[in-house]
């Protein structure tokens, strides 16, 4: 190399200032100048965007996604605690009926700690320290158009400043081409990979859903008085796939003393934004104790709803000739029903995978990018299959009925969590499962297979297990 001369820096787009996004781009800024594209303007601290209405539901991110954020992002989640998020141990800081109708004692022997807040804030967290990165530039009020290039590699991203929109036919004022050694299209559910890898003459891609139809409604409340002084623990009834419809809900307290209740339904039970209907619909649960507890506290704004919210994954790992240069991460390869809170730390664990692979190779090898998309989708496939397991099971979820051995799995995980239930060692070895942080050849261990053969045998509980402080709290 000649002296003087200084080795162009590689560079990457980001589609999308989406958690993943972010979370992609804080990833790929050691390999790369990063340029993230958003079609919205971002709020200054932690305020709604439009661009995640789903932000209004209840959140959490898994033991897993607590660690990968971390890896990612060192301090970051004890900067959140820090503005009034938590880390919550699962499962004593919870408490939890399983869908089987099984509650869960709150043993405090494991190690799980999952983070808890309220989506704008850890979103405004998450923007503040990964948009301070001076490698990290923002393009907002911008729309992605296309993908540059052809089916053996893209070569950037085409993109119109202004006001958000689909079309990109006619005039192109105001649209230019950002050039990338890595495109990574982080646009989540709406996003338009797939039509635009066939506009470069590359493969259809094979997707799949699994939707049990579930509908959700979510209300702020003003925490009691008495509980604002005290952790007071999540509440969590999750619906039973055995009964139609299925119903349950989850109280989640968060910063600024308030309790996020989202209540949940499947086709045919599904809760409503009616003010009135709200907290009976809680009280008619099959354990009525989110009702109890939110009756008669101040609510705080409206009623929020969505539908949107199958299971639904599209599988890029598959495609036998993937185009260099292109990656897509996030809600945009797979999306869960939010449930089982798993969006997030996949996000994570994703955008760690993507740092991971470049770490050992770096950017511009032939081939990176198809083992990129490999590598994101392990964490997207144990998600994936925690999720469509349970969901499967809903009447006109799938075309696809479970098979023989689906079944036989979905009946086994059951009699895991009854077993995690009353044992401290099977529980620690089922959230190691729930939380991303093992596969699910975890619960095959002795830790799950010894108490589940031959004991000890606690009894299950009869009723939540709310303590009698808690619940006076809560409950004058």
């Known amino acids: 190399m000649a002296?003087?001369?200084?080795?162009?820096?590689?560079?990457?787009?980001?589609?999308?200032?989406?958690?993943?996004g972010l979370l992609a781009a804080a990833a790929l800024a050691d390999f790369a100048d990063v340029t993230v594209v958003e079609r919205d303007r971002l709020p200054d601290g932690p305020e709604p965007r439009r661009g995640v209405p789903?932000?209004?539901?209840?959140?959490?991110?898994?033991?897993?996604?607590?660690?990968?954020l971390d890896d990612l992002l060192p301090g970051l989640t004890g900067e959140i605690v820090a503005h009034g998020g938590r880390l919550a141990h699962i499962m004593g800081d919870m408490v939890s009926r399983a869908p089987n109708e099984v509650w869960f004692r709150r043993f405090t022997s494991t190690h799980h700690r999952n983070l808890v807040c309220s989506r704008d804030l850890l979103d405004s967290v998450l923007r503040g320290r990964v948009l301070a990165d001076e490698r990290i530039t923002l393009r907002q009020e911008t729309t992605a158009l296309r993908l540059e290039g052809d089916a053996t590699a893209v070569t950037g991203v085409r993109i119109r400043a202004g006001a958000a929109t689909d079309a990109y036919a006619?005039?192109?004022?105001?649209?230019?081409?950002?050039?990338?050694?890595?495109?990574?299209?982080?646009?989540?559910?709406?996003?338009?990979?797939?039509?635009?890898?066939?506009?470069?003459?590359?493969?259809?891609?094979?997707?799949?859903?699994?939707?049990?139809?579930?509908?959700?409604?979510?209300?702020?409340?003003?925490?009691?008085?008495?509980?604002?002084?005290?952790?007071?623990?999540?509440?969590?009834?999750?619906?039973?796939?055995?009964?139609?419809?299925?119903?349950?809900g989850i109280i989640l307290p968060i910063e600024g003393n308030r309790w996020i209740v989202t209540l949940a339904g499947t086709r045919g039970g599904e809760p409503s934004d009616d003010p009135g209907a709200f907290v009976d619909f809680a009280l008619n649960l099959d354990d009525p104790v989110i009702g109890e507890l939110v009756k008669g506290l101040e609510p705080l704004g409206e009623i929020v709803t969505t539908r949107a919210t199958a299971n639904r994954r599209r599988y890029y790992e598959r495609v036998k000739h993937w185009p260099d240069g292109f990656l897509v991460l996030g809600d945009a390869v797979a999306g869960y029903n939010p449930v089982y809170g798993h969006g997030l730390t996949v996000a994570a664990q994703c955008a760690l995978a993507v740092r991971d692979?470049?770490?050992?190779?770096?950017?511009?090898?032939?081939?990176?990018?198809?083992?990129?998309?490999?590598?994101?989708a392990r964490p997207v496939a144990a998600a994936w299959d925690l999720a469509v397991g349970q969901d499967a099971l809903y009447p006109g979820a799938t075309d696809t009925r479970p098979n023989g051995v689906e079944r036989l799995l979905a009946r086994f995980v059951d009699k895991a969590v009854e077993t995690g239930a009353r044992n401290p060692r099977a529980l620690a070895a089922l959230l190691d499962v729930m939380s991303l942080?093992?596969?699910?050849?975890?619960?095959?261990?002795?830790?799950?297979?010894?108490?589940?053969?031959?004991?000890?045998?606690?009894?299950?509980?009869?009723?939540?297990?709310?303590?009698?402080?808690?619940?006076?709290?809560?409950?004058?």
């Open 170 to 248: 006619g005039d192109d004022a105001g649209e230019r081409t950002l050039r990338a050694d890595l495109v990574v299209d982080a646009s989540g559910r709406g996003s338009r990979a797939p039509r635009w890898l066939t506009e470069l003459g590359g493969p259809s891609i094979t997707e799949r859903e699994v939707n049990a139809g579930v509908a959700y409604a979510t209300r702020l409340y003003r925490a009691p008085e008495a509980a604002r002084n005290i952790d007071f623990p999540l509440v969590n009834v999750q619906a039973n796939p055995a009964k139609a419809p299925g119903r349950g």
């Open 54 to 68: 789903q932000a209004r539901h209840a959140h959490l991110v898994w033991s897993g996604g607590v660690k990968a």
């Open 3 to 20: 002296e003087g001369i200084v080795p162009r820096r590689p560079t990457a787009v980001v589609i999308g200032a989406s958690a993943t």
């Open 437 to 476: 942080e093992r596969p699910a050849t975890r619960l095959f261990s002795p830790d799950m297979l010894i108490p589940m053969l031959i004991g000890p045998r606690r009894p299950h509980l009869q009723g939540s297990p709310l303590t009698d402080a808690e619940r006076k709290t809560a409950v004058p």
């Open 357 to 376: 692979t470049l770490g050992a190779t770096g950017l511009g090898q032939p081939g990176l990018a198809r083992r990129l998309q490999r590598a994101a």
